[in-house]
């Protein structure tokens, strides 16, 4: 059986022409022991991706292939791999290789590895490339390669192997559960998905929004109230009322008045990522309640087989719009991504329309 050495994807050239995607020649790394080629059926339109393609987080040199929601066959499974067989349904989130020897790896913080290889936009120690999935194929380690479970439909596991995993991660490691206050700010791509699973893990759960025209979807996908940020006053009412609350906007905000509704010691965690610097805070500003503010990188292994099991078990499914992969599905994606025209994900199907299949 003959294996790929080139893939095919859909790529950018420059910030400039972030838009403007040509069908390209990609070269993977060289194949690996641990490594696993998964033909893809399907990725989810990440908001990681829109801000890279536009220059928002730096630089790159293209063709830039991005997408890392990736669902798909296994086809090519190197001999050391344990864990996956050829012809499993697999996803390939964010990250694909990482050393797995180092302090932060031993202690199952894989996803913060400083030698740790994102799934595109970036290059492996021997200078090989990494390459997304608006592609016929993606290659990744097989610590980066995980399961889905059948109850999962493929385009709705797509979304969840960055923004579920971004979401639920943080979550866990703060206790969030049963007893637990949970706010979520901002319900798009990753906040419908951090109310679901803050309702799922059993927290009340509230979602923090500027707007109320969200309200409703809100409330349906787990939430107790939806509180509007832009009402006078709105922080008063909260004061000392969260354990923890997730920042899942990418718009940059006064941050004092989130921060008065924690309670002692209480967490604002960065999820979304803005382009622009955070809003200047006064020391002062966290002696009242201890609060503290975080961010965090995906999550690990263990926490990502745990997160699907949950959506599996608990019906936590991202609010999905499908798009046939193509020049045109790309660049309409991407757009509409950037300029907020989606509730709540965009996922790129019809992959075997555009490549054919093995």
């Not at 690996?32 to 399907?42: A, H, L, N, T």
């Not at 740790?116 to 997304?132: K, L, P």
């Not at 923890?244 to 921060?259: E, G, M, R, T």
């Not at 309640?289 to 608990?314: P, R, T, V, Y």
Request: glycine share 12%; proline share 4%; hydrophobic share 35%.
């Amino acid at each position: 059986m003959g294996y790929p050495d080139t893939f095919e994807g859909f790529a950018v050239d420059s910030p400039k022409t972030w838009n403007k995607f040509k069908k390209t020649e990609l070269k993977p790394k060289p194949f690996g022991e641990s490594d696993i080629d998964v033909e893809i059926e399907c990725c989810g339109v990440c908001g990681s991706d829109v801000h890279t393609i536009t220059g928002g987080w730096g630089e790159f040199e293209g063709p830039l292939c991005v997408g890392h929601e990736i669902v798909g066959k296994a086809i090519r499974v190197g001999k050391d791999v344990k864990t996956i067989k050829e012809g499993d349904r697999v996803g390939v989130g964010a990250q694909v290789w990482a050393c797995l020897k180092c302090v932060n790896c031993k202690d199952k913080n894989e996803n913060y590895c400083p030698h740790q290889v994102d799934t595109y936009n970036a290059n492996y120690e021997d200078g090989s490339t990494a390459h997304g999935g608006y592609a016929n194929y993606v290659r990744a380690h097989e610590y980066f390669t995980f399961k889905i479970p059948d109850a999962l439909p493929s385009h709705e596991a797509a979304p969840l192997l960055c923004a579920g995993i971004t979401t639920y991660s943080p979550m866990v490691r703060a206790g969030i559960g049963a007893g637990k206050t949970l706010g979520v700010v901002g319900i798009g791509g990753l906040g419908h998905l951090a109310i679901q699973f803050g309702a799922a893990l059993g927290a009340e759960t509230y979602a923090l929004t500027h707007s109320a025209s969200k309200a409703d979807d809100a409330k349906k996908l787990g939430a107790k109230d939806v509180i509007v940020t832009t009402e006078e006053g709105w922080a008063d009412k909260w004061a000392g009322k969260f354990d923890l609350i997730i920042n899942s906007s990418d718009a940059s905000f006064d941050l004092a008045p989130y921060l008065s509704t924690l309670k002692v010691n209480g967490e604002f965690h960065f999820v979304g990522l803005a382009d622009e610097p955070l809003a200047e805070l006064k020391a002062m500003t966290f002696v009242s309640n201890g609060a503290k503010i975080a961010g965090s990188h995906l999550g690990n292994h263990q926490e990502m087989d745990a997160m699907l099991k949950l959506a599996a078990e608990k019906g936590v499914r991202p609010m999905v719009e499908t798009i046939q992969l193509g020049e045109e599905g790309c660049s309409e994606a991407v757009s509409r991504v950037k300029e907020g025209k989606v509730r709540y994900r965009f996922t790129l199907t019809g992959f075997d329309k555009v490549f054919g299949g093995k």
